[in-house]
């Protein structure tokens, strides 16, 4: 494309922004059904133990109750989870494993009544000592939480030759880190509503990322072919990884029991059903270790990061890789060796989270980077570009890029627009008794597309009517990211449209093909490429139709602001309406269906060497903070956050992922931490688990760096995950060089501040 | 429980209901009356998607019952948008990419139109106090945050516009010094 971007790269509200400050979007919670029914299930509430019995009676004769559905009433597996053998039961018993396993489920005409009678089924549970710690879970004589043993899943890194890395090194560091659980806390719980069709169908809305992994299990469980199933996304009101495994759950329950009954069944998580029913981000304990030269050239590293996957698999398979393949950080390190496992133990499960394993080993990594610095004498910023990745050299699998590599652009714009020698110089000039400041870095990347995690192809249409207008369908999900917007992006500048002539349907597992989980960040870049490709096809139909139209070949033609023109005599032009009408009567397609399929991931599965992501996100973040040594409060003076992102699509929404990921870091390095008591949770509300608040907000600066990717839309990278890594050890490093104190533990809070100073 | 019948306005609207006394607002009007822009994402009053203006006063619709609402007049999201025309702080919102999933929207926006309500031009400090109260897990409040300093400044003007002379002129003065 010659002509400069009409649409791309410039700064456009949503495109379903009138919906959603109108009141007039509707999430799931907000479809009415005549006849709809609530139910509500009623959980284990103890961490591990037998279920020797379970009555229901008193609840089947509760006023307003229709069905309880107890395991036995379930048509298929009662098993749901990513990757098979599935683990994870829908109705659990007789083994229990977490607080918040489901028992039965209360179908009744109010969600009053459905809380009534579940609070009335008796389940008798012969407890087990909960096994809570997952380095004692992994003992050969631990009781065993599943039959296979407590081992989820577990991988290995290997390059070069590591024993031989660290005889050479001159200085070693070695420390262990650990990380807490953090809850997605959308503000939208989950929700599903299950609707029996006349036709024998089922449709199910749901507040999902993934509509085709829902509509499998719910297919499986209900005993329906899966083309009998239709899931229909509405508006989500957030996800972050986390509207996946608890949604199928409540879909294939509330699915089972709308077909028994013939009438709507809804389920709606409180608050504490989401904290005891969804699954969180792994808590991890990582030992890292790090050898370098005297000038600072890191030549080995060797990590054991053990994740704590709670009582069912989920993702931690996934978790586990992603973990293992970005503990060495955005850095050049020619002998390394990783180990990394997840486990089971008898707490809520953990699954995906933005980040997926990245925040965890980011954190320790970079304040490794710092303690490496420290012990070197060597400046933090020189450090780190010392070491950083270039295009051209081979990253931890040993994967070279010859584009998009913008690390050191990262780095060189915090510099610059940071003075870093002034910061330095700021950190402690202003000490005082008690308020001490500091500053911290943090360089980090994130591989974008499913990568290891499996084949990645997106399917999606372009359809242009003969008004001209545009409607656009892609099997990824908005959930409040953007992609829409995007996506109408993308389109309208492939075919000249103005965005307000363009719609992006809702995802309907029914007229768009399955494009696999909204994970990875790779909508944008995946997903995007699939919405270019379908519009190219349409494009050359209308470019040929005003051809005709022009008497002119179609090379000549060029569209833009509604019109087809010649590119010579841009006079001479026809509005698009005109041309797509004419190109309907001639007989050119004018819809199309397009698959982009990322490069499949190609590697040794031993030692994870290979081509594995289809490209990188790299960041840089400095922060400056203020710490109250009388009260262990935070204040974060500065922000500046960069991130190649290959292209800004859209730079407002690229500013929003990145404000809003640095914020939910600061939330995992400074704030939240899910706390359990004998495997019970207790923290399973708004007031006494804090999520960022205004007053909490950061006053993040970003600082975009562009080096595109061939293998994005006009060279796009996605960015929705990358910043909460590089916010959370950056806002690490900060707190640690305020205080002079190595935290090796998030979250952060004022009272493990008070603590640590109290020494 | 015994019923209980109230009168209320919504959004200009004048409704008799039959009700419980035990029956919160937030779902007097998402179930009886089917405005369900008003959002639950706590049910204990700590998340602020629930807030709706009662006699102009930012509240949340889940802490507050029946008999509590009687006789009094509530504005919700359904609300803001006069005869078909976005409110300012509305286009604000759109303008700045103020949401990305939305749902703490309408609370967001009934709390800012509370506070500019009472406070045309108020400081970085008190629109940080007005709008703490609800939670946005998506945007990282910046957006938010410059949305509703424009919407102010568009209100005002607005405002200024309408008024002759030099009173008009004095408040112009005025909100400029205050910048
Ligand atoms: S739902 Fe009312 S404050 Fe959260
Ligand atoms: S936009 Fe999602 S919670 Fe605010």
Known sequence: ??????TIGQPVGKIDGVELVTGRARYTADLQFPGSLQAVARRAGVAAGLLRHLNVEEARRSPGVVLVLTPADLPGPNLIGILPPFDQPLLAGPEIRHEGDSLALVVAETQEEAEAAASRIVAEIEPFIPLLDPEEALHADARKIHANGNLTFAKQLLKGDVEAGFAQAEVIVEDTYRTSVQDHAYLEPEAVLAVPESDGRLTVYASCQSPFHLRGHIAVNTGLPASRVKVVQPFVGGSFGGKDDAVTEMGSLAGAAALKLGRPVRIVHSRRDSFLGSHARHAAIIHLKTGAMRDGTIIARQAEILLD????????????????????????????????????TNKRQAGAMRGFGVPQVTFASESQIDALARKLGLDRWELRRHNALTVGEANATSQVFHESV???????????????????????????????????LAAMMQGISNGAEGIDVVGASVQVSQDGSVLVGLGLTELGQGSRTAMAQIAAEILGVSLEKISVRQVDTDTVHDSGPTVASRTTTVGGKAVWMAAQTVRTSLLEMAGLMLKAPAEAIE?????????????????????????????????????????????DHETHQGQIYIAYNYGTHLMEVEVDTWTGKVRVLRH?????????????????????????????????????????????????????????????????????????????????EPPLAGAAAAFTNAVS????????????????ILEALEG | MEALSIQIKVNGHSHRLQTFPNRRLLDILREDLTLTGTKEGCGIGECGACTVLVDGEAVNACLILAPQVDGREILTIEGLSERGSLHPLQQAFIDHFAFQCGFCTPGMLMAAKALLDVNPSPSREEIRQGLAGVLCRCTGYIQIFEAVEDAAQALLETAVSGIEGTAGAAIAQRTEEAR
């Open chain 1, 1 to 6: 494309m010659t002509a400069p971007f009409r």
């Open chain 1, 309 to 344: 996957g709670g009582a069912y698999a989920s993702e931690s398979p996934f978790v586990v890789m992603k973990a293992l393949i970005h503990v060495a950080g955005p850095y050049k390190i020619p002998h390394l060796r990783v180990d990394c496992r997840a486990v089971y």
């Open chain 1, 406 to 440: 913008g690390l050191v652009q990262t780095l060189e714009r915090v510099k610059e627009e940071g003075d870093w020698p002034a910061c330095l110089k700021r950190a402690h000039a202003g000490d005082n008794p008690r308020f001490k400041r500091g500053v911290g």
């Open chain 1, 559 to 603: 569209l833009g602001l509604d019109h087809a023109y010649l590119r010579e005599n841009p006079q001479a032009q026809i509005p698009l309406a005109q041309v797509a009408t004419a190109a309907y009567w001639t007989g050119f397609p004018l819809m199309n269906l397009a698959f982009s399929r990322a490069p499949d991931a190609q590697y």
């Open chain 1, 640 to 720: 500046l956050a960069s991130h190649d992102v290959g292209k800004a699509i859209n730079p407002l929404g690229v500013e929003g992922q990145v404000e809003g990921a640095s914020l939910m870091g600061l939330g995992f390095a400074h704030l939240e931490e899910v706390l359990e008591e004998n495997g019970k949770i207790r923290n399973a509300n708004f007031a006494d688990y804090q999520i960022p608040s205004f007053a909490e907000r950061l006053p993040t600066r970003f600082l975009p760096v562009e080096e595109a990717t061939s293998n994005g839309p006009f060279g796009a990278k996605g960015i929705g």
């Open chain 1, 737 to 752: 060089d305020a205080l002079g104190i190595s935290f090796r533990r998030l979250p952060i809070t004022p009272q493990r």
